[in-house]
């Protein structure tokens, strides 16, 4: 890659998402032979004609596609060039070379697809009905249980003189459209339309009210307006427990920015995107803002990366893929709740949220600040703060005044010897009990689904599992046995196919399991459930929120979904009902996200005026990881867990590099594995280390075997040349046919 050698150069010429599979080869004139790259912007010569256009290297290569002598030559390389595309492009070079994946990959991520729409309209929501009229509506509406219509009301009683946008009040407050238009058809609220392109600057007039920030808050945005001025571009962590001002410092962030002329790029994670937040900054900065969340159809995104593109919007908000917003000139990126693992992609290029940003700021013509924010940051950010490498502040007190609510320990071993077999502990029982009795709510967490439910004997131990998938299969309703990878599907047997005992049973913990205890402890108790089933058609996920935000109900039970920045005020109760759970999860992770877990979860309770109570069940309770969270202490499960890395020397201490592989066979992929080990350690890279090859957490997928090698090393860069070394032997193989049947992914950290 990159080297001498390479005389051909495949280029791609009208860059759009849609194209980049069609590559045109040029030859790389003698003189420009080793000041090519990829990524580079060069002049070639097109068509019949050959007209002089812009082209990008995708790949450098020395073979001809076909007859050397009708390739034509690259004309020279553009150097001075920093469109937003140039940007783009060279962000995907970085990205392919850093996280392993081809060219096209990285380009299809970083270049906004779809096709363009036509004119869009944009609708608006306001009050028709005077103040006072709109709240004798208001009540009429509450004595007639109208709910819809009530919470429109409400917001639009909240809010006096303002407009709302129509899809924040349709999906985030889960009202149907019918009843938007039957308010406006009585005369109660009027339907603003607006197009876009038209009229972009209408309805900018700001009523927000801008708070006094704390001398804290202050103090953070002085410091990066002041590095911004001098022309410092820095990384900025934010330490804040929730409330802490978080976003109120964000908001005066981009404020300075923009009226820099600059644009700004927010990422929230997606399940965070609730209305409060979004109404934030609504308020604030009108119709600049643009949200981007995965219910948009292609057209609509890429729609809103043409209003970015041509400078009519000025901020977006979005999940991971908003960092790719083609604005003129980003002056900012903030990624809030920094430490979520949904920054990180899944599929090719794994690339991850926060590294890119600070990439992407690297390449800006002008740079851009980014700054990261988290109750509970990721031990890598909190880490490179720590050694200087980002900017550092910390955000203690809660603004909303509320006290913290009150943290109490359940010990699971304990309740059993005492002859407890509910899943729910005397104590959390005696809390349910008197809020359900005061009319309060209470949430019920549990640490994720998969884990949960599993079949097995109690006789002999054996467990079921999915004959394709190798994870335990999960008890639904009607006593079938489902495979969550595969969807495989079975009935639960009566008696265990090993020993021929009865007593088979299902670990009772899963997310249903506890929905129907509630139900049998507390009958008149309203239940709501969420998690991935019960969310899995579109707007069914702020449905729940919005009827449990309603009081329409007292318990809402769930997995990690619910723990995600939403307030309700009169929850007083907290129920996290095995807080161990993920600490059974085979990573080194899994103390991280048991920690975050309990915190954000504990966090839930007490944020109105009552008090809070919290119980945290767990067959562990003296774990670090559980008794930092219970006190809501970052810095001391930081200390403890650090050190645990260091002596194992995982990230962020050290670098690991995962080599995935995919086997319809499982000795033949272990056989490669084990080759690409031994290729890797001839290396003798000093001080690097290997593990594996093993299969994968869950062996099988749909009758795939999976396996890993992993490579340990202090030196991100050595591990790259590892990955380029390893990647061009497996090319290599690709080209003479002799890697059928095996795949591989790179996956760092
Ligand atoms: P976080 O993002 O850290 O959770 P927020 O910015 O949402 O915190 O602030 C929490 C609450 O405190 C919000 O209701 C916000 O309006 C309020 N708040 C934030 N900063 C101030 C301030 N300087 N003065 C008064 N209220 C504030
Ligand atoms: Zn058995
Ligand atoms: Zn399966």
Redesign the pocket.
């Known amino acids: 890659m990159g080297e001498a050698c390479d005389k051909f150069a495949n280029i791609i010429i009208d860059i759009s998402h849609e194209k980049v599979d069609r590559l045109f080869q040029y030859k790389v004139p003698t003189k420009l032979i080793g000041h090519v790259d990829v990524g580079d912007c060069v002049q070639v010569p097109f068509g019949r004609g050959d007209t002089q256009r812009k082209g990008y290297v995708i790949e450098l290569t020395d073979e001809p596609n076909w007859d050397v002598d009708k390739i034509k030559e690259i004309s020279g390389v553009v150097t001075d060039s920093v469109s937003a595309e140039d940007i783009s492009i060279k962000l995907a070079a970085w990205m392919k070379s850093h996280y392993g994946s081809t060219m096209i990959a990285a380009l299809k991520t970083v270049l906004p697809s779809g096709k363009k729409m036509k004119r869009q309209v944009h609708k608006f929501v306001s009050l028709r009905l005077s103040e006072r009229e709109a709240t004798e509506t208001y009540y009429e509406c509450v004595r007639k249980k109208q709910k819809a219509r009530e919470r429109v009301l409400k917001e639009l009683l909240d809010n006096p003189g303002e407009r709302i946008p129509y899809e924040l009040i349709t999906e985030k407050l889960n009202v149907a459209s019918a009843t938007l238009t039957s308010m406006s058809n009585a005369g109660i609220i009027k339907i603003d339309s607006e197009e876009y392109y038209r009229n972009p600057i209408a309805g900018t007039t700001s009523r927000y009210e801008d708070?006094?920030?704390?001398p804290e808050?202050q103090h953070i945005v002085d410091t990066v307006r002041k590095d911004f001025d001098e022309g410092k571009r820095d990384t900025y962590l934010i330490h804040?427990?929730?409330?802490?001002?978080?976003?109120?410092?964000?908001i005066a962030l981009i404020d300075d920015c923009i009226k820099r002329g600059k644009q700004a790029i927010v990422l929230i994670p997606e399940i965070a995107l609730t209305y409060q937040?979004l109404m934030?900054f609504y308020r604030h900065f009108g119709d600049r803002v643009s949200v981007m969340n995965s219910s948009l159809s292609p057209g609509e995104k890429y729609d809103q990366m043409e209003r970015a593109r041509t400078g009519d919007i000025d901020i977006i908000i979005g999940p991971r893929s908003a960092l790719f917003t083609p604005f003129p000139n980003t002056g900012i990126i903030i990624i809030?709740e920094e430490h979520e693992s949904t920054y990180k992609s899944e599929t090719m290029p794994k690339y991850h949220a926060r590294e890119t940003a600070i990439e992407l700021s690297r390449l800006l013509p002008d740079g851009a600040a980014v700054v990261l924010?988290s109750?509970t940051p990721s031990l890598e950010s909190y880490y490179r703060a720590k050694k200087g490498e980002y900017h550092l502040f910390e955000?203690n007190r809660?603004?909303?005044g509320g006290t913290l609510p009150e943290v109490e320990m359940a010990d699971l071993r304990e309740e059993l010897r005492s002859g407890n077999r509910s899943i729910f502990s005397r104590r959390l029982q005696e809390l349910m009990e008197d809020r359900l009795t005061k009319g309060e709510q209470a949430m019920l967490f549990i640490n994720r689904r998969g884990l949960a439910g599993f079949v097995s004997c109690r006789s002999c131990g054996h467990v079921f599992k999915c004959p394709h998938c190798d994870v335990s299969l999960s008890e639904h309703r009607g006593g079938r046995l489902v495979c969550h990878y595969c969807g495989h599907e079975e009935i639960r047997p009566k008696l265990c196919p090993k020993c021929g005992s009865k007593y088979v049973s299902s670990f009772r913990a899963g997310t249903q399991q506890i929905e129907d205890e509630v139900k049998k402890f507390w009958p008149t108790a309203r239940v709501l459930r969420m998690d991935a089933d019960t969310t899995r058609t579109k707007g069914s996920y702020d449905k729940i929120l919005s009827t449990f935000a309603n009081k329409e109900a007292d318990v809402l039970v769930g997995t990690q979904m619910i723990v995600k920045g939403h307030d309700f005020p009169d929850v007083t109760l907290v129920g996290i009902l095995a807080a161990d759970m993920s600490l059974y999860a085979s990573d080194y992770r899994a103390s991280e996200r048991t920690f975050q877990l309990i915190t954000q979860a504990a966090g839930r309770a007490g944020r109105g005026e009552k008090k809070g109570n919290v119980v945290i069940q767990s067959y562990q309770p003296e774990h670090y990881s559980i008794v930092a969270a219970s006190r809501q202490d970052y810095i001391s499960f930081y200390q403890e867990e650090i050190a645990y890395r260091d002596l194992l020397r995982y990230p962020p201490i050290s670098h690991m590099m995962c080599v995935q592989l995919f086997s319809k066979e499982e000795t033949e992929g272990m056989e490669f594995a084990t080759r690409l080990r031994a290729i890797m350690e001839q290396q003798k890279v000093q001080g690097a280390v290997f593990i594996g090859p093993a299969m994968a957490p869950i062996g099988k997928i749909n009758d795939v075997f999976r396996m890993a090698v992993y490579a340990k090393l202090d030196d991100y860069e050595k591990l790259v040349t590892l990955k380029d070394l390893l990647e061009k032997y497996i090319k290599d193989l690709e080209a003479v046919g002799k890697l059928r049947n095996i795949s591989v992914q790179f996956d760092f950290d």
Do not use: F, N, P, W
């Not at 708070?211 to 704390?214: D, G, I, N």
């Not at 804040?240 to 964000?250: A, F, Q, W």
């Open positions: 708070k006094v920030l704390s808050q804040g427990i929730t409330g802490s001002g978080k976003t109120e410092v964000y937040t934030r809030d924010g109750a955000l809660r603004l909303t």
